[in-house]
């Protein structure tokens, strides 16, 4: 048997290290396999994302223009952006850049009701109803 790590040879046939270096010869039986993808998965996982193949121009010109397309365009594009976010064969990077989009959407949606309902909230205090505050806005 001769070793592939220290090139010696060692006289047992049948042992299961190198007598010199002490470099495994059975790299190939199960039980080290088993062992070896166990603690392998989560690192593996991440090897495949980062060989993910990138996603094409073509495919983001499609994406960034999808809400240009009049009436239609932004409520494809809203539908779109749910299926790439949960969507199971979404690639992994643009299934990040969806629900990093649709959360940003969530919070806008958060902000410009805040601030309608705050601005609401000023023309009560002020003393107008809303329907003469309307009033007011049709005259100007
Ligand atoms: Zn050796």
Do not use: H
Not at 21 to 42: L, V
Not at 80 to 103: C, E, H, Q, Y
């Amino acid at each position: 048997m001769v070793c592939k790590a220290c090139g010696r040879n060692t006289a047992n046939e049948n042992a299961n290290y190198c007598e010199y270096c002490g470099t495994s010869f059975r790299e190939n039986i199960p039980i080290r396999q088993e062992d070896y993808s166990i603690g392998k998965d989560k690192s593996m996982e991440i090897e495949s994302t980062g060989n993910e193949k990138p996603i094409s121009f073509g495919n983001w010109m499609g994406t960034m223009l999808l809400p240009f397309i009049p009436i239609v365009g932004i409520f494809i594009y809203l539908v779109m952006m749910f299926v790439w976010a949960f969507g199971s064969d979404t690639p992994k990077s643009k299934k990040n850049w969806a629900r990093a989009s649709l959360i940003i959407s969530v919070i806008a949606i958060i902000l410009f009701v805040f601030m309608l309902t705050s601005t609401m909230m000023d023309i009560m205090n002020s003393g107008l109803s809303i329907e003469e505050y309307m009033n007011q806005l049709y005259k100007l």
